[in-house]
C-alpha cells in the first residue's frame, strides 16, 4: 500500500531571517536561562514578596510560647495569632523544614487542650496584616486591580481540608481558597491564587488594611455558609467553611514556612533576603530593647527632680509604639556615682515620636544623679511594639 | 482580653495608659495613639461595655475616642445594610423596565413646524426571573442505610440565604442610631 503525505511547503528565506529579529543582550540572557531563578536575576525582580519574615527566620518575643489561649503575637515576628477560645497552644520557632528548599526555621503551633467542639463563634488563625500605604500598587478598588498568589510550605498530622483568607480591613470585603493537606507529617508546598479586586481601595495609610489569615479551627458562625472563592462583602459564615477541626487532639500540630505572597497569578521561587534585611523590616513593628540580666539600655540622670530617666533611639517604627516590659521588683537600675537605685518597670514621654522616647523609671533617685541604665534580672524585658 | 487600665503617667498632652491583659506575664504601656493596637483594644473594651476594667470611671479622653471609633464602626455597618437592603429579592426577581429615548436622529413634524427627535423604546432594567420558591432534595437516612431515599421539598436555599441577609441588614438599619442615619443621609 502507498501513503502520500503532503506537507505544507516552508520558506527557508523566511524562516532564517525571523531568526534575526533585534534583541539587546539582557534579552538573549533571558531567552537562554535554564531556571526561573536566572531569569529573575536578569530582569531584577526584587522586593516581590509583601510577606514580613516569611521564612519564620525572625523571633525577637522568643522561640516559645506555651499556654496560648489568646490573640497576640508570640514567636515570629509579624505572624499573629487569633484563638477565641478554641483550645490551648504552644507556638514555636522550629528548625523543622522542608528538605533542599533553602529554610531553616518554621512556625509551628502545637495542641496541648485539646477542643473538639467549637462554640460557633470561635476561631483559630494564624495572620499576618499590612499596612494600606505599603500596598497601593495592588490597585485594589479599580479596574486595573491585581491578582495576587500565595505560595507557602505546610505540614500537618491533621490532614484534609484547611482555608486562607484575604480580608481587606478598610472595607470589610474577604475572599478564601480552600487547600488540601494530602499526607501526614509531609512538608507540602501549596499556592492558591486570589482574583484582584475592583472594588474596595484600601486606604493610603499606616493603618491595617489587608490581612492574610490560615484558618487551624473555627466554629459554625465561619463555616456555616458556602466559601466565598471571589470578593464579596464580609459574610463571617462563607469565610472558612470545610476547615478541618486542628484543636480536635492534643497530637495535632501544624507548621509553616517560606510563606510568600505576590501579585500575579504564578508563585515565583521564594525570595530570601538576608537576616539583616529580614530584621530591619521587623523593625518597624516590633524592636527589642533588652532582654535578661546586665543588658544596656542607655544613659541618664535625675528628670524632674527624682525621676530616673534617659532618651531611648530605636528604629523607626510605623506609629507611635507602646512599651511591652515584664515587671518587678529589682528589675531595672541606674548605676551611678558608685551606687545603684532600682526599682521595677518604665513609663515614657512618646512626644508622639516614632523614633524616639523618654523613659521614665517607677523609682525615685537623687537629685543631679547621672548613671547607666541596665536591666539586672533574669527576667527584666523590655521592647517597643508598633505592631498592626 | 484586656484585665485592668490605670493612668501611670501624664505631662503636658501626653498620657500612658498601663494595659495588663490576663494570661500575659508582660505590662503593655500606650499612648493615646488611634493607630497604636493596643489604645485600639483599650476603646473596643469600652465600645463592648467592659468599662469595670478602668476601676472608678472611664477617662474622659477614652470615652470621646471610643465614642467616635462606635461612631464610624455604625456609619459603616449602615452603609452595607442599606446597600444589601437596596439590591433586589430573588423570590421576587426583577421587572423589565422599558422607556422612550431618543434615537440622536431628528425628522420635521409638519404640524409644529420644528425637528423632532425620533423616539424608540429601551430596556433600561433587565428583568431577572426569580428563583423557584422550593427545590426538592432527597434524604437519606443515616441509621438505616438500606432504607429508600425519601423526597422533601424544602424552601429553595437561595431565598433562605437572602431572607437572613436582609434579615440582618434591617436589623442593622433599625439598631442604627438617628445620627448616624442623620451623617449617611447628609453625604
Given at each position: 500500500?502507498t501513503?502520500n503525505?503532503s ?8 524562516k532564517?531571517s525571523?531568526?534575526?529579529k533585534p ?12 531556571t ?11 522586593n ?6 516569611g521564612?519564620?527566620?525572625i523571633a525577637?518575643?522568643?522561640t516559645?510560647t506555651a499556654s496560648?489561649?489568646?490573640?497576640g503575637?508570640?514567636?515570629i ?5 487569633i484563638?477565641?477560645t ?5 507556638q514555636?520557632?522550629e ?7 533553602g529554610?531553616s526555621?518554621s512556625?509551628?503551633m ?8 467549637p ?6 488563625d ?6 494600606g500605604?505599603?500596598?497601593q500598587?495592588?490597585k ?6 491585581e491578582?495576587?498568589t ?15 483568607e484575604?480580608f481587606d480591613?478598610?472595607?470589610?470585603r ?9 499526607s501526614?507529617?509531609t512538608?507540602?508546598?501549596k499556592?492558591?491564587?486570589f482574583?484582584?479586586?475592583t472594588?474596595?481601595?484600601l ?5 491595617s488594611s489587608l490581612q492574610v489569615s490560615?484558618?487551624?479551627a473555627?466554629?459554625n458562625n465561619y ?5 466565598s ?9 462563607n ?5 478541618v477541626n486542628l484543636a480536635?487532639?492534643t497530637?495535632n500540630?501544624?507548621y509553616i514556612?517560606?510563606v ?8 515565583t521561587?521564594?525570595?530570601f533576603l538576608?537576616y ?9 513593628y516590633?524592636?527589642?530593647?533588652a ?6 539600655l542607655?544613659f541618664?540622670g535625675?528628670y524632674?527632680?527624682?525621676?530616673p530617666?534617659f ?6 517604627k510605623?506609629t507611635?509604639?507602646?512599651i511591652?516590659?515584664?515587671?518587678g521588683a529589682?528589675y ?5 556615682n558608685g551606687?545603684e537605685y532600682?526599682?521595677?518597670?518604665y513609663s515614657?514621654?512618646f512626644q508622639?515620636?516614632t523614633t524616639?522616647?523618654m ?5 525615685t533617685?537623687?537629685q543631679g544623679l547621672?548613671g547607666l541604665f541596665?536591666t ?6 523590655i521592647a517597643?511594639d508598633a505592631?498592626? | ?9 501624664v ?7 498601663k494595659?495588663?491583659y490576663n494570661?500575659s506575664d508582660?505590662?503593655?504601656?500606650c ?5 497604636n493596637?493596643?489604645y485600639?483594644?483599650?476603646?473596643d473594651?469600652?465600645?463592648?461595655g467592659?468599662?469595670?476594667?478602668f ?15 462606635l ?8 452603609g452595607?445594610?442599606?446597600e444589601r ?7 421576587l426577581?426583577v421587572e423589565?423596565v422599558?422607556?422612550m429615548?431618543p434615537t440622536g ?5 409638519e404640524?409644529?413646524?420644528?425637528m423632532?427627535?425620533v423616539?424608540?423604546?429601551?430596556v ?8 423557584e420558591?422550593?427545590v426538592?432534595i432527597?434524604?437519606?437516612d443515616?441509621?438505616n442505610p438500606e ?8 424552601e429553595?436555599?437561595?431565598i433562605?440565604k437572602?431572607n437572613?441577609e ?7 438599619v433599625?439598631?442604627t ?10 453625604v
Amino acid at each position: 500500500m502507498t501513503v502520500n503525505v503532503s506537507k505544507p511547503s516552508i520558506n527557508l528565506r523566511e524562516k532564517i531571517s525571523e531568526l534575526d529579529k533585534p534583541s539587546g543582550i539582557a534579552g538573549e540572557h533571558i531567552l537562554r536561562s535554564e531556571t526561573p531563578q536566572e531569569v529573575f536575576e536578569y530582569i531584577g525582580a526584587r522586593n516581590r514578596n509583601i510577606i514580613i519574615n516569611g521564612d519564620m527566620s525572625i523571633a525577637q518575643r522568643g522561640t516559645s510560647t506555651a499556654s496560648i489561649t489568646g490573640n497576640g503575637y508570640h514567636t515570629i515576628d509579624r505572624f499573629n495569632t487569633i484563638n477565641t477560645t478554641l483550645g490551648t497552644w504552644t507556638q514555636s520557632q522550629e528548625t523543622d523544614v522542608p528538605t533542599g528548599q533553602g529554610f531553616s526555621k518554621s512556625l509551628k503551633m502545637a495542641c496541648t487542650t485539646a477542643d473538639a467542639s467549637p462554640a460557633s463563634g470561635d476561631r483559630l488563625d494564624i495572620q499576618q496584616k499590612f499596612e494600606g500605604q505599603m500596598l497601593q500598587y495592588l490597585k485594589k478598588g479599580t479596574s486595573n486591580a491585581e491578582s495576587l498568589t500565595l505560595s507557602f510550605w505546610v505540614k500537618s498530622n491533621k490532614t484534609g481540608t484547611y482555608i486562607v483568607e484575604l480580608f481587606d480591613n478598610d472595607n470589610a470585603r474577604q475572599i478564601s481558597q480552600a487547600y488540601t493537606i494530602d499526607s501526614a507529617s509531609t512538608w507540602e508546598k501549596k499556592t492558591l491564587t486570589f482574583s484582584g479586586d475592583t472594588s474596595g481601595a484600601l486606604n493610603n495609610d499606616n493603618g491595617s488594611s489587608l490581612q492574610v489569615s490560615w484558618f487551624l479551627a473555627v466554629g459554625n458562625n465561619y463555616s456555616s455558609g458556602t466559601l466565598s472563592t471571589s470578593w464579596t462583602s464580609n459574610t463571617n459564615a462563607n469565610r472558612a467553611v470545610g476547615q478541618v477541626n486542628l484543636a480536635d487532639s492534643t497530637s495535632n500540630e501544624w507548621y509553616i514556612t517560606g510563606v510568600q505572597l505576590e501579585v500575579g497569578k504564578f508563585a515565583t521561587p521564594f525570595e530570601f533576603l538576608p537576616y539583616d534585611v529580614n530584621l530591619q523590616r521587623c523593625f518597624r513593628y516590633y524592636e527589642l530593647l533588652a532582654a535578661g540580666y546586665a543588658k544596656m539600655l542607655g544613659f541618664g540622670g535625675a528628670y524632674n527632680a527624682n525621676t530616673p530617666a534617659f532618651v531611648s533611639y530605636y528604629h523607626p517604627k510605623r506609629t507611635t509604639p507602646s512599651i511591652d516590659q515584664t515587671s518587678g521588683a529589682g528589675y531595672y537600675r541606674i548605676y551611678g556615682n558608685g551606687v545603684e537605685y532600682t526599682w521595677s518597670a518604665y513609663s515614657a514621654l512618646f512626644q508622639a515620636s516614632t523614633t524616639q522616647a523618654m523613659l521614665l523609671g517607677s523609682g525615685t533617685i537623687p537629685q543631679g544623679l547621672i548613671g547607666l541604665f541596665d536591666t539586672i534580672s533574669g527576667s527584666s524585658y523590655i521592647a517597643y511594639d508598633a505592631e498592626l | 482580653m484586656i484585665q485592668t487600665v490605670e493612668k501611670v503617667y501624664v505631662e503636658g498632652n501626653f498620657t500612658n495608659y498601663k494595659v495588663t491583659y490576663n494570661n500575659s506575664d508582660r505590662v503593655i504601656l500606650c499612648l493615646q495613639d488611634t493607630a497604636n493596637r493596643h489604645y485600639q483594644e483599650i476603646l473596643d473594651e469600652i465600645i463592648n461595655g467592659n468599662t469595670s476594667i478602668f476601676g472608678d470611671s472611664v477617662p474622659e479622653e477614652l470615652q470621646t475616642d471610643a465614642d467616635a471609633k462606635l461612631f464610624k464602626q455604625q456609619y459603616n455597618a449602615y452603609g452595607t445594610a442599606v446597600e444589601r437592603l437596596a439590591q433586589y429579592q430573588v423570590a421576587l426577581g426583577v421587572e423589565e423596565v422599558r422607556e422612550m429615548q431618543p434615537t440622536g436622529e431628528q425628522v420635521f413634524n409638519e404640524e409644529t413646524l420644528e425637528m423632532e427627535d425620533v423616539m424608540h423604546e429601551v430596556v433600561v432594567v433587565q428583568a431577572i426571573e426569580p428563583v423557584e420558591a422550593t427545590v426538592e432534595i432527597t434524604v437519606y437516612d443515616e441509621s438505616n442505610p438500606e432504607a429508600e431515599p425519601t423526597i422533601q421539598t424544602i424552601e429553595n436555599p437561595l431565598i433562605t440565604k437572602d431572607n437572613q441577609e436582609r434579615a440582618e441588614a434591617q436589623a442593622v438599619v433599625n439598631n442604627t442610631p438617628q445620627a448616624v442615619i442623620d451623617a449617611w443621609n447628609e453625604v
